[in-house]
């Protein structure tokens, strides 16, 4: 006895293991017998049916237990990435949107320029004033100070940017325009050469569009009314993915 305990120490081998072993064997048997005896009554009770679909059904059952369980937790995954994504939204838009009112306080703009965090946007609204004289779309010298400061912060982002241009619904006829409609694109298209040339932000994220008066704020009934529809929107949007 101690002659083959003595060998089997010095090959490495232990009494623990081949206890283990024996045990690992003994189980694998009587699973075996237990799906045997489950395969004869499924076959008994089933006429025509092989044991081959015996076992194919019993995948399938596992398969769908495993997918059952690991659905809740795939649901819970997804939930918690989307929770992450709007939480992460959220903080740039707050972000942003102090940057550019610290921004439009510091420089008392507080008249001309307002800042608004919506659900998917940040919107900041240059009232006509501050940007451009009465029917032109020409940006005054000293437009370029705030605009620049503007573009300086949002550069830093990655997200799109749409430049809307706005008036009121008095009639235009000069020499260069015949409709609201022509003087609110000029406008609009005039930020966003200075964003791109001064602020250096990529043509890629920009989009311009003239709405003319058909979006007012107001109603063009008065003079104070009418200001505010002539207006310039920076939107800084967090609906669609970003861009390169």
Known sequence: MSGRKKHAEEHGESPIGFIMFGDLMSQLLCFFILLFVFASQYVSKTQGTTYEDFLKKISENFKKVVDEKQKPQSQKQTKESESVKQETATDAKTKIAQQIQKLVNDEKLTEYVSVIVEEKK???????????????????????????????????????????????????????????????????????????????????????????????????????????????????????????
Do not use: C
């Not at 619904?169 to 609110?184: A, E, F, G, R, V």
């Not at 040339?197 to 009314?225: C, F, H």
């Not at 310039?232 to 861009?243: M, Q, T, Y």
């Open 122 to 244: 940040v919107r900041i609204v240059l009232k006509q004033p501050v940007l451009y004289d009465s029917g032109s779309a020409e940006l005054k010298p000293e437009a370029g100070s705030i605009l620049a400061d503007i573009g300086a912060i949002i550069q830093k982002t990655r997200n799109p940017i749409d430049i809307e241009g706005h008036t009121d619904n008095m009639p235009i006829h000069t020499s260069k325009y015949d409709s609201n409609w022509d003087l609110s694109f000029d406008r609009a298209y005039s930020v966003i050469k200075f964003m791109v040339k001064t602020a250096g932000i990529s043509p890629l994220r920009m989009k311009t569009v003239g709405y003319g008066e058909y979006r007012p704020l107001a109603p063009n009934d008065s003079a104070e009314n009418r200001s505010k529809n002539r207006r310039i929107e920076i939107n800084v949007l967090f609906n669609e993915s970003f861009r390169n």
